[in-house]
Nanobody, 123 residues
Framework: QVRLVESGGGSVQPGASLSLSCVES????????LGWFRQAPGKGREFVAA????????EYLYSAKGRFTISRDNAKNTVYLQMAMLKPEDTATYYC????????????????WGQGTRVTVSS
């Protein structure tokens, strides 16, 4: 069974940086698409970033462009989300997700999900 485990969340001040990691296990072969979503209290799940298998195609939430960087290490079955210049509005639980299809901003296109890691940005 495919399992995704996130790590790296925490509490930081505005303007700080934070890096998230997500390790996938239980799959034969390399996952096609790996993505990050987030969900703030009382809100729906929001697309943050996604990357294809080769790493040469990436998509970002508009407000994350220039601040967040998604990358992956297929040898380690790991996807990363480096976040810089964090803002209070980035506060949310961040989820890693995997898809066998194509890059999509629709969470319904992702078959597997991690349990989430909490990121709090506050002064």
């Amino acid at each position: 069974q495919v399992r995704l485990v996130e790590s790296g969340g925490g509490s930081v001040q505005p303007g700080a940086s934070l890096s998230l990691s997500c390790v996938e296990s239980g799959r034969t072969g390399t996952p096609h698409i790996l993505g990050w979503f987030r969900q703030a209290p009382g809100k729906g799940r929001e697309f943050v970033a996604a990357i294809n298998r080769s790493g040469n195609t990436k998509e970002y939430l508009y407000s994350a462009k220039g601040r967040f960087t998604i990358s992956r290490d297929n040898a380690k079955n790991t996807v990363y989300l480096q976040m810089a210049m964090l803002k209070p509005e980035d506060t949310a639980t961040y989820y890693c997700a995997a898809s066998s299809n194509f890059i999509s901003r629709d969470p319904g296109e992702y078959e597997y999900w991690g349990q989430g890691t909490r990121v709090t940005v506050s002064s």
